[in-house]
């Protein structure tokens, strides 16, 4: 067991999901004390009643030794960062944000240098695992950050992730990390799809598939993690078809701006947009499975008409 018994700070994490969730549970846990904010008010009471506290923004903020963003994109970073009611202008100077969401390295670099204008720390600390690790403290993070920003981020990243990857002194470098986790968490998800509705559409049972395919050569993580959604019919997000329009969008743009072909997540891209188009953008991201199942006609399981 990991060893979290340090100085309890005070932390504010904003972005209460199935990820932010977990990751303030956590650290409550650890034994800090731990501000949540979300628009979504039911996910505050909840961490309230697992013994977290709530508070007027600008009243508490002073009182934050560490910052965690666990929101959905580049756009709500800088808003909660410097919006008009952006936190950064109410911290302690030396406080530490640490940023968790998949953005594009420049814009990494950009909200670090902003921070340190006001002498805050920065750390770039995009996050991988899942809710289920998310919930146990055993996210891997990739980091990058100044020697200080990772010194008193230590304690916060100590409670949430059991695999801290350090990569350098600078912002971006997690970052960079991230999309090229992305690019492959995407295409591996796509094609779990294309395999399950590949096998389904040769009279294969999809439970039956992922039970013999996760142990043969051609498994991944995400076809092991994601095909028990599809093959029970069960598209609850855990992490939606628009986190990967966004994240491999990012892939995308990053690669158009480096001259470097990138076909494979490209297609991959233009599955998961399919599927957003189709109305099923706030689904798992599994439910790319139904455009795959569109195009050949068949039902997957659950007794759905793929339309």
């Given at each position: 067991?990991?060893?979290t018994?340090q100085s309890?700070?005070?932390?504010g994490v904003f972005?209460?999901?199935?990820m932010?969730?977990g990751?303030?549970?956590?650290?409550?846990?650890?034994?800090?004390t731990v501000y949540?904010?979300?628009p979504?008010?039911?996910?505050?009471?909840?961490?309230?009643?697992?013994?977290g506290c709530a508070?007027?923004?600008?009243?508490v903020?002073?009182?934050?030794?560490?910052v965690?963003?666990?929101?959905v994109?580049?756009l709500?970073t800088e808003?909660?960062l410097?919006?008009d009611?952006?936190?950064v202008?109410?911290?302690?100077p030396d406080?530490?944000v640490?940023?968790c969401?998949?953005?594009?390295p420049?814009?990494?670099?950009?909200?670090?240098a902003?921070c340190?204008?006001?002498?805050?720390?920065?750390?770039d600390?995009?996050?991988?695992?899942?809710s289920?690790?998310?919930?146990?403290?055993?996210?891997?993070?990739?980091a990058?950050?100044t020697?200080e920003?990772?010194?008193?981020?230590?304690?916060?990243l100590?409670?949430?992730?059991?695999k801290?990857f350090?990569l350098?002194?600078?912002a971006g470098?997690?970052?960079?990390?991230?999309?090229v986790?992305?690019?492959?968490?995407g295409?591996?998800?796509?094609?779990?799809?294309e395999a399950?509705?590949f096998?389904?559409s040769?009279?294969?049972?999809?439970k039956?598939?992922?039970e013999?395919i996760s142990?043969?050569?051609?498994t991944?993580w995400?076809?092991?993690n994601r095909g028990?959604?599809i093959?029970?019919g069960d598209?609850?997000p855990?992490?939606s078809?628009?986190?990967?329009?966004?994240?491999?969008g990012?892939?995308?743009d990053i690669?158009?701006?480096?001259?470097?072909?990138a076909?494979?997540?490209a297609?991959?891209?233009q599955?998961?947009v399919?599927?957003?188009?189709m109305?099923?953008?706030?689904?798992d991201?599994?439910?790319?499975a139904?455009v795959?199942?569109?195009?050949a006609?068949?039902k997957l399981?659950?007794?759905?008409?793929?339309s």
């Amino acid at each position: 067991m990991k060893d979290t018994q340090q100085s309890a700070l005070t932390i504010g994490v904003f972005g209460l999901g199935s990820m932010g969730s977990g990751m303030a549970n956590s650290l409550l846990k650890a034994g800090h004390t731990v501000y949540g904010f979300d628009p979504h008010v039911p996910a505050v009471e909840a961490l309230s009643k697992a013994g977290g506290c709530a508070g007027n923004l600008q009243d508490v903020s002073a009182t934050f030794d560490i910052v965690v963003l666990v929101v959905v994109n580049a756009l709500q970073t800088e808003t909660v960062l410097f919006g008009d009611n952006g936190v950064v202008q109410w911290l302690s100077p030396d406080a530490t944000v640490m940023s968790c969401a998949t953005v594009p390295p420049d814009f990494a670099r950009t909200m670090a240098a902003r921070c340190a204008k006001t002498r805050v720390n920065y750390l770039d600390s995009p996050i991988s695992g899942g809710s289920v690790k998310a919930a146990s403290g055993d996210l891997s993070i990739m980091a990058s950050g100044t020697p200080e920003a990772f010194a008193r981020a230590r304690p916060a990243l100590d409670a949430m992730a059991d695999k801290v990857f350090e990569l350098g002194n600078e912002a971006g470098t997690g970052s960079a990390m991230k999309v090229v986790n992305q690019l492959l968490a995407g295409v591996h998800i796509a094609a779990a799809a294309e395999a399950i509705t590949f096998g389904i559409s040769q009279g294969i049972d999809a439970k039956q598939c992922v039970e013999v395919i996760s142990q043969c050569a051609g498994t991944s993580w995400m076809f092991e993690n994601r095909g028990p959604h599809i093959a029970d019919g069960d598209y609850t997000p855990h992490s939606s078809v628009e986190i990967f329009v966004k994240d491999l969008g990012i892939v995308s743009d990053i690669a158009r701006q480096s001259r470097f072909a990138a076909p494979i997540a490209a297609t991959s891209l233009q599955q998961f947009v399919a599927a957003s188009g189709m109305g099923h953008g706030r689904e798992d991201d599994s439910a790319v499975a139904k455009v795959y199942a569109h195009q050949a006609g068949i039902k997957l399981p659950g007794n759905e008409t793929e339309s």
